[in-house]
Structures are given as C-alpha cells and as structure tokens.
C-alpha cells in the first residue's frame, strides 16, 4: 500500500532522513520506533505532504506521491494525526470531527460522524461540549476519530499515547487495534511506548538517526532486551 524508497528530506538545509525505506501492506499496522530526534515524525510529514521528499520515492497504491498536498492525499485515503493531536479548543466536538470531513459532502459526512460515534460512545455524548473541556484521553479519541472520518485507507498516528496514563493508553491501544481488525484500516504508529506498541503491530520499523536501524517482526524485540536497549542508545 505505501512504499517509501531512498527517502532523504529534511528542514531548510537540514538533512534529517537519509536514504530511508521502509514499506506497509494493506491491512497491516506497522510500528516506528527509536529514540527522540531519529526522524520518526518527520517521516510521517514527508508521507502526508507537510514536507516535500528531496529525494527518493513514496508511492501509495503504486501512485507516485511525491510533492502533493495533504488534502490531495487525504482524499488518495491518507489521514495522519499529528504528535500531541491536537484538537480546537474552542470548537465543539462535533466540529472538531466536522473539520476532519471538510473535503466530504454534508450527507455523507453526517453518516461518517454517527459512525465513529458508534466506536466513540464518549465523544457522542459529549458533542456539543468544547474539545478543550474534554481530559487528555478524550481529546486523543478525538484526534482519533476526527482522522477516520474521511474514511481513510492508511492511518497514520504519531505518538497516540502522548500523555496518558497508563489505563487510557491500553484503551487508546486497543482502539487502535479495532480500528485495524474491524474497519479494516492499515495503520502506520510512531510510538514510544514500546512494550504496548509491539504487542498491536505486524512489523516494526526502528529508526536511528534518520535512518533504518532495525526492520523485522515484534518478536524479535520483544524476547530481546539487549537489542531492544541497544536500539535505543
Ligand atoms: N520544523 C522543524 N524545523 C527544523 N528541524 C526540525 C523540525 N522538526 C524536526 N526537526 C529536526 O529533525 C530531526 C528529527 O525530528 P523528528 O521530529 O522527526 O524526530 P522524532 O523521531 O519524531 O523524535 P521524537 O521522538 O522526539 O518525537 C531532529 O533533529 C529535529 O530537531
Ligand atoms: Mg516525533
């Protein structure tokens, strides 16, 4: 499904990923990990078009991606909620996931939001209120589900479980799970933690300074502490 070759992009004159690739399969969740700064969000911009690839490939469905807009891409099927998700504060809920829809037409939207209502009972229940009322938790389902209104075919989450404690994140985890095994979305997670994240995905990616570290199976990490610490020097 998303196919990234050869990738080098960065800020300004920055070179921050070097000669990256790394691929997802339809159906899948694959996992980005590694320590701070390796370059793990700045591959999900490059991929969703906040930042323009320098070099190399990214294909999606065997579509040549490079250089488009994030709301091309989002109509292509790729979502992405960015790291620390942020919601508007000072818009309702139901705007919030209204906002997430903007490219759709207004029937169809209404029919997307009473459906992830459905996965998201706590946010129909409180779809007049201001996002910025909602707890941490909460707003992280609502970045969620305001990234699947568009129905997306690839979902990408950047560090979902920022800032939450330690029950909210194996619900927000296990969200992500049915969100995969139920609605059929391919997920690309960067994450930290590791341990819950290795537990969800099919395959792991581990980035060190911008490039590819370590490609394999949960597995292999999780049985491996040595590995798993040296990954992350
Ligand atoms: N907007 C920006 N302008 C300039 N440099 C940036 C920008 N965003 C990130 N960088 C730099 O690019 C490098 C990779 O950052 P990136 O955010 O991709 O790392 P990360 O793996 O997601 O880290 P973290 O786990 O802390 O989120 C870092 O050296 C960072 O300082
Ligand atoms: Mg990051």
New binding site residues.
């Given amino acids: 499904m998303l196919e990234i070759r050869e990738l080098e992009t960065g ?2 004159k ?1 070179q ?1 990923i070097f000669g990256l690739t790394l691929e997802v399969r339809e159906g899948e969740i694959v996992a980005l990990i ?1 320590p ?7 591959v999900l911009k490059a991929v969703c078009g906040l930042i323009p690839p320098w070099k190399g490939r990214i294909h999606f469905n065997d579509d040549v991606t490079n250089g488009f807009s994030p709301a091309r891409n989002v109509a292509r099927g790729i979502t992405f909620a960015p ?1 620390g998700s942020r919601v508007f504060a000072d818009l309702t809920v139901m705007e919030n996931l209204e906002i997430g829809g903007f490219q759709l037409p207004r029937n169809e939207l209404k029919g997307r939001i009473a459906r992830v209502f459905q996965m998201f009972p706590v946010l129909k229940e409180r779809a007049r209120q201001d996002a910025g009322k909602l707890s941490g938790g909460e707003q992280q389902m609502l970045a969620l589900a305001r990234a699947l209104i568009p129905n997306p075919k690839l979902l990408m989450l950047d ?1 979902p479980s920022l800032g939450l404690s330690p029950n909210l994140v194996t619900t927000v985890f296990r969200k992500i799970s049915e969100i995969n095994n139920e609605i059929g979305v391919t997920i690309l997670i ?1 994450e ?1 933690k590791v341990r819950e994240v290795l537990d969800i995905c099919k395959r792991v990616y581990s ?1 060190k300074l911008g490039r590819v570290a370590f490609e394999g199976r949960p597995e292999e990490l999780r049985d491996d502490e040595t590995k798993l610490k040296d990954l992350f020097l």
């Fill in positions: 800020y300004g920055k921050v590694g701070n700064g390796a370059g793990k969000s700045t790291q560090e960067v930290q980035m």
